[in-house]
C-alpha cells in the first residue's frame, strides 16, 4: 500500500502530534477515496476517527457510505456508525452499524438490502426489501451472506432463511440459484421451474433445473466445459408425467468442436428424443426431424475437405424412418490452382456420397411409387478451368470442363445396379455494368448479363434421390446445372439472360432489382412445376432489395409464368427504430404431387417487440397458415421492469393437431430482483425522487 494523500480546507498538528483536518476533506490511498467532513488521525494508535457525512470509494464500484467511523491508518479495518453499502450503483445495503475487516469484508448489522430507489418524500417502504440481521460482503468474492434473512414486498413478509448466499451483480459464474419461473401448461398444468447454477471450475459448469407440476415431475440439464482447443454442451431432459404414465421420457442435444492437427477441426452433433411427441409437448424444440452428425473438415484458402456422418430421424406422423435414408455418408474435396502456362483458374473437386435405408424390402410395399428400401452409393469427380477477359467495359468469362460419376444402387429391383457417366461442360458469360450518376447525386448502375452453357451426356437412369426438391433464384441463376446435387445434371444447351439494376442514394438509401430467364434446347425431366425451371423456358425471376435510411430493409423473390400467375413467392422485412422492432415474412409455393407435394403452402410470420416506455415491453410472435385459413402458432410476453425489479410474462399457443401433437397452451411467470448477478435483464435507470410511482 503506497503513502496516503490528504487534502483539506484546514489541516492543523496538535502538541501531542495529532493531525487533524476539517473542511472538504479528501483522502487517498491506492485505488481507494475518503471524503468526509472532518478527519482526526492518532499516529500512537495508527486509527482515525471520522465526522460525516462520509464516503469511500476502492475503484471496482463499490461505495460504503456513513455518519461517523473509526478507521485504521490503511482504511482497511474499522467501525462505521449509520452504514450504507452500495454496489456498482445498484443494490443498497443500510445498517445501523458495519465493520471493514482487512479491506475485503464488510459486515453490516440490522440490515436493509434493496435495489429500489428510496426518496425521503415518500413514506412508503421499497418494492421489495430483504432485512437480516447480519449480512457479510466479501468484496474479494463478490459474494453476499446473509443470516436469518426475511423477504418482504413492501412490508409484507414473504419468504424466511435462516441462511442465504447470493452473488453481487459483477458476478457471472457463481453456484447458486438462477431465476425461478412459474409455468402453467394446458397439458402439464402449472408448476414450478428452478434453475440451480453450478460452477466446477473456471472452465465447467452444470446447470439442473428441476421442473414439478400436477402433471409431470422433470429435471433438466445443461452441461458446458471449454477446452484450449474446443468446447462441448450437452442439454436435455427426464421426464415421468401423466401423458404417458408407463413410459420415462426425455431427449439429449450435446454438440461441440475441437481444433485438431493441421487445421483440421472436429464437430459433433448428438439429437436423441424418447418420443415424437416429447419436444412439442414441453416446448422444447418446434423441429419435426433430428439429424446427429460427426464431421472433421480444414478449410484453406485453396482448399477445403470434408468427411462426415449423419443420422436422420423422423418426427412426423406420415414418414417413416424404416423408408428415410437414415444413414448418411459424405466426403468431398476442393482445390484451386492458377496455372501460369494457362492462365485463369483450375478447379478440381471430388465427392463420395452413400446413404442407407434400414428397410430392405426392393419393391413398392406402400404403393406410393417409392422404393422402400433403396441404398445408393455414388462418387462424383469435377475438374473446370476458368478464365475472365475485359473487353473494354465488356467482361467475359470462359468456362471449360469435364465432369464423371460412378453410381450404385442396391435394394431396388427396378433400377439398374450400376450406372457411370463422363460428361464435358462449357459456358461463356458475358456482363456490361453502366454507371450513371444522377443530378440529385444517386448513382444508377445496370449489369445486363448472359450466359450461354452446354453439358454433354445423357440423363442418368438411377432414381433421382437428392436433387428432388430445387430452388431457383439470383445465387444459382448463372450456375451450369442448378440440381442441388450431383446425382443430377442439366443436359444439352441453354442460355440465361437478365439484368441487375441498383440505385445508391446520397440520402443513406438503396434499391436493387434483379430479373431473369433460362431457355432450353431440351425440357430437363427432373425439374417439377413447383422448381420453376420444368420444360424449355424458365419461370421468370424477379428479385429485389430495398434498404432504406430510417432502418427499414425489404428482401423479395418471386417467379412467375407466361400467363403472370405466380408459383413461388417470398417476402423477408425487418424495421427498428429505438422503441420498435418489428419483422415478418410471407412465402408462398404452389402444389406440385410430383414431390409429393399436394397442397399449396402459405405462411406469413411476424414478430415485433415494442417498448411502450422505460419500463414497459411488449413482444408477439405469430405464424399465420393461409391454405388452413388458422393461426398456426401465436406467442406473445410482457415485460415491466424498474430499477428494482423485473417481471416477465409469456404465452404461447400452439395450434398443431396430429395423431403425436395436440393443440397446447403454455403460460410462463417470471420474477428477478435486480441488483444480484441472476438477474439478467437490461439496466433500467432510477427514478426521480418527487414523482412516485405506483
Not at 185 to 209: C, E, V
Amino acid at each position: 500500500m503506497g503513502p496516503a494523500v490528504l487534502v483539506a480546507d484546514d489541516i492543523q498538528i496538535t502538541v501531542d502530534r495529532r493531525l487533524i483536518a476539517t473542511g472538504n476533506v479528501e483522502a487517498f490511498q491506492g485505488q481507494t477515496r475518503l471524503t468526509a467532513q472532518a478527519i482526526a488521525y492518532n499516529p500512537d494508535t495508527g486509527r482515525m476517527t471520522l465526522t460525516g457525512p462520509i464516503t469511500i470509494e476502492d475503484g471496482t464500484g463499490v461505495r460504503l457510505l456513513a455518519d461517523q467511523a473509526e478507521l485504521s491508518r490503511d482504511m482497511q479495518n474499522g467501525l462505521l456508525l449509520g452504514a450504507r453499502l452500495v454496489l456498482n450503483e445498484q443494490l443498497q445495503l443500510a445498517a445501523v452499524q458495519a465493520s471493514r475487516v482487512n479491506g475485503r469484508y464488510t459486515q453490516l448489522y440490522k440490515t436493509v438490502v434493496t435495489s429500489c430507489t428510496i426518496c425521503a418524500d415518500d413514506p412508503r417502504p421499497p418494492l421489495w426489501q430483504i432485512r437480516a440481521k447480519r449480512v457479510v460482503y466479501d468484496e474479494q468474492g463478490q459474494q453476499i451472506y446473509f443470516d436469518h434473512a426475511q423477504l418482504r414486498i413492501r412490508s409484507v413478509p414473504v419468504f424466511y432463511w435462516p441462511r442465504l448466499r447470493v452473488p453481487d451483480q459483477k458476478q457471472t459464474r457463481v453456484t447458486g440459484v438462477l431465476l425461478p419461473e412459474i409455468r402453467s401448461d394446458s397439458r402439464l398444468g402449472t408448476g414450478f421451474k428452478l434453475p440451480y447454477f453450478i460452477a466446477l471450475n473456471p472452465h465447467r459448469d452444470l446447470t439442473l433445473t428441476p421442473y414439478l407440476s400436477n402433471n409431470t415431475r422433470t429435471l433438466e440439464f445443461r452441461y458446458r466445459e471449454k477446452f484450449v482447443r474446443g468446447e462441448i454442451i450437452f442439454e436435455g431432459a427426464v421426464s415421468k408425467d401423466e401423458l404417458l404414465p408407463d413410459d420415462t421420457r426425455g431427449y439429449l442435444f450435446a454438440g461441440g468442436w475441437f481444433d485438431v492437427k493441421r487445421d483440421f477441426r472436429l464437430q459433433f452433433d448428438v439429437e436423441l428424443v424418447s418420443d415424437d411427441a416429447y419436444l412439442s409437448d414441453y416446448d422444447y424444440s418446434d423441429r419435426d426431424r433430428l439429424d446427429s452428425q460427426i464431421q472433421i473438415s480444414r478449410a484453406r484458402r485453396d482448399e477445403f475437405i470434408r468427411l462426415s456422418y449423419i443420422n436422420l430421424k423422423s418426427l412426423r406422423d406420415d414418414e417413416d424412418d424404416n423408408v428415410l435414408p437414415s444413414n448418411v455418408i459424405e466426403a468431398l474435396y476442393e482445390k484451386r490452382l492458377f496455372p501460369s502456362a494457362l492462365g485463369g483458374e483450375l478447379r478440381l473437386a471430388a465427392e463420395a456420397h452413400a446413404h442407407d435405408r434400414p428397410s430392405s424390402v426392393d419393391f413398392d410395399q406402400n404403393g406410393d411409387g417409392v422404393v422402400d428400401g433403396r441404398d445408393m452409393l455414388r462418387l462424383n469427380v469435377e475438374a473446370e478451368w476458368l478464365r475472365t477477359f475485359q473487353i473494354g467495359g465488356l467482361q467475359a468469362q470462359t468456362r471449360l470442363g469435364i465432369v464423371g460419376g460412378v453410381y450404385e444402387v442396391t435394394d431396388d429391383a427396378t433400377s439398374p445396379e450400376d450406372e457411370s457417366e463422363l460428361s464435358p461442360t462449357a459456358a461463356l458469360i458475358l456482363r456490361y455494368p453502366m454507371v450513371k450518376q444522377g443530378g440529385d447525386g444517386a448513382r444508377h448502375i445496370l449489369e445486363p448479363f448472359a450466359q450461354l452453357a452446354w453439358i454433354g451426356g445423357d440423363t442418368l437412369t438411377t432414381p433421382n434421390e437428392e436433387s428432388t426438391r430445387v430452388e431457383f433464384d439470383q445465387g444459382n441463376f448463372l450456375s451450369l446445372s442448378r440440381f442441388p446435387a450431383p446425382d443430377r445434371r442439366e443436359r444439352g444447351w441453354s442460355a440465361a439472360i437478365g439484368a441487375t439494376w441498383s440505385r445508391i442514394d446520397p440520402d443513406s438509401w438503396s434499391l436493387s432489382v434483379t430479373g431473369g430467364q433460362i431457355l432450353r434446347q431440351d425440357a430437363q425431366p427432373d425439374f417439377t412445376s413447383s422448381s420453376g425451371l420444368s420444360g424449355t423456358q424458365s419461370d421468370f425471376l424477379l428479385s429485389g432489395q430495398l434498404r432504406l435510411k430510417g432502418g427499414l430493409a425489404l428482401t423479395g423473390r418471386t417467379l412467375f409464368d407466361d400467363s403472370f400467375d405466380v408459383t413461388k413467392a417470398e417476402l423477408r422485412g425487418n424495421w427498428s427504430n429505438q422503441r420498435l422492432n418489428v419483422g415478418g415474412s410471407y412465402i408462398w409455393i404452389d402444389e406440385d404431387p410430383a414431390i409429393e407435394q399436394f397442397d399449396d403452402i402459405g405462411e406469413i410470420k411476424f414478430d415485433g417487440i415494442y417498448r411502450i416506455d422505460r419500463n414497459w415491453t411488449v413482444g408477439l410472435d405469430m405464424r399465420y397458415d393461409i391454405v388452413a385459413g388458422r393461426t398456426a402458432t401465436a406467442e406473445a410476453g410482457l415485460i415491466y421492469q424498474n430499477e428494482c425489479v423485473r417481471v416477465g410474462v409469456r404465452v404461447k399457443r400452439s395450434f398443431a393437431d396430429s395423431t403425436t401433437l395436440e393443440p397446447s397452451t403454455s403460460l410462463g411467470l417470471t420474477v428477478s430482483l435486480n441488483g444480484f448477478s441472476m438477474n439478467t435483464g437490461e439496466r433500467v435507470e432510477a427514478r426521480s425522487c418527487g414523482k412516485h410511482t405506483k
